[in-house]
């Protein structure tokens, strides 16, 4: 699996955060810029803006074959999920609580947020209408983490935007926080844990 069609179907969550008619604030230093794609080069493998270009491509695709909700959940299980980091994203999540935790309730934890995500992300797929996407330079800090951002064009309106955090692991990239519009999925669950654990 590859996280092309992860980070390709997270980026169309911010289409409905775009027909909700939630503001954007633009970055003054970053205008969208079309990725070059080669095809299933080594560059693809360590590029991850590459990897996304070729994934939404897929995605789209799959997509405007109008697939059953049955097809969708069974596409997300299989395609997006191996492309996050849901261990990452429940420990940042859980906060200074994590350490606390067993390794059943880190497994626990893990699989619970992964659930939620993908049913978060079935449901915001089914608003997709064809909308362009373009892409932002990529950006790596001096972790050596990448954040790549994409516009969802949504005609008469200021395009939506989501970020997608990734790092580099044993596995490949995976993506670790996404933020649509400003809204972090970490801190989200963050929110959203430490109410269930209390």
Sequence with gaps: MKLTYVVAVATL?????????IQVKPEQDAAPAAVPVSAKSEAA??????????????????????PSIAE????????????????FMSQASAGPLYRYMDDAQKARLAKKMEVMFLASLAEKLA?????????????????GQVMVSA??????????????????TKK????????GNGASAIVYYRNYF???MR
Excluded: C
Excluded at 16 to 21: I, Q, R, T
């Design 72 to 87: 969708l959940g069974t596409y997300l299980e299989e395609k997006i999920a191996p492309g996050f980091d849901f261990e």
């Design 151 to 168: 516009l969802v064009n949504n005609p008469g309106r200021y395009p939506g935007r989501i970020d997608f955090r990734m790092h580099q």
């Design 194 to 196: 430490r109410k269930v």
């Design 13 to 21: 969550l911010s289409v409905s955060v775009a027909s909700a008619g």
């Design 127 to 143: 608003m997709y209408d064809n909308q362009d996407v373009a892409y932002l330079p990529p950006r790596r800090n001096r972790r």
């Design 172 to 179: 490949g990239w995976k993506v670790y926080d996404v933020v």
């Design 45 to 66: 493998a360590s590029n991850p803006a590459v990897e996304l270009k070729q994934g939404l491509d897929t995605l789209i695709q799959f997509l405007r074959n109008g």
